[in-house]
């Protein structure tokens, strides 16, 4: 038998580290918020299986999102206004009874994460492929919101 001593003040210290970790991954989240919207990663969004890279490359932002084990016609992809809206429905085709189940991890049901960009997208210059269980949307900025080099004279 293994000894542990008694230290009442123990679970509050555990409290207080928790709630440390959870106030500087919320700065870090609003940090980024201005750019991709208030949708970025939460502890929810990282448990429901739908995660997303995203990231510019020369004036086109660029969204990988991991499905893996999903079919190409199970994805939801939809665009409006400055909104980009992924998902993907995993129906459950292994019926186990409960009391043969030894793990359960993999998550079934209808998943989706939308994301805000800094301007409004044009859907006719959004490309998206899907490949080995990866999404990737390409966006074109458009050309107001791109950079321009200006010549000095």
């Given at each position: 038998m293994h000894m542990v001593h008694y230290n009442p003040r123990r679970n509050k210290m555990q409290c207080k580290e928790n709630n440390i970790d959870k106030l500087f991954d919320g700065f870090f989240n609003d940090f980024s918020a201005p750019f991709f919207g208030h949708n970025m990663m939460t502890e929810k969004d990282t448990a429901n299986g739908l995660q997303v890279d995203i990231y510019e490359k020369d004036n086109i932002i660029v969204v990988d999102a991991d499905m893996p084990g999903i079919?190409?016609?199970?994805?939801?992809?939809?665009?409006?206004?400055?909104?980009?809206?992924?998902?993907?429905?995993?129906?459950?085709?292994?019926?186990?009874?409960?009391?043969?189940?030894?793990?359960?991890?993999?998550?079934?049901?209808?998943?989706?994460?939308?994301?805000?960009?800094?301007?409004?997208?044009d859907a006719d210059k959004v490309t998206a492929k899907y490949d080995n269980g990866v999404l990737k949307l390409e966006i074109e900025k458009p050309e107001k919101q791109q950079k321009k080099q200006i010549e000095i004279s």
């Amino acid at each position: 038998m293994h000894m542990v001593h008694y230290n009442p003040r123990r679970n509050k210290m555990q409290c207080k580290e928790n709630n440390i970790d959870k106030l500087f991954d919320g700065f870090f989240n609003d940090f980024s918020a201005p750019f991709f919207g208030h949708n970025m990663m939460t502890e929810k969004d990282t448990a429901n299986g739908l995660q997303v890279d995203i990231y510019e490359k020369d004036n086109i932002i660029v969204v990988d999102a991991d499905m893996p084990g999903i079919t190409k016609e199970d994805i939801k992809l939809d665009v409006k206004g400055k909104l980009v809206t992924l998902g993907y429905e995993r129906k459950d085709e292994n019926e186990v009874k409960d009391e043969h189940l030894y793990r359960k991890e993999k998550r079934y049901g209808k998943f989706e994460r939308t994301f805000s960009m800094p301007f409004e997208i044009d859907a006719d210059k959004v490309t998206a492929k899907y490949d080995n269980g990866v999404l990737k949307l390409e966006i074109e900025k458009p050309e107001k919101q791109q950079k321009k080099q200006i010549e000095i004279s």
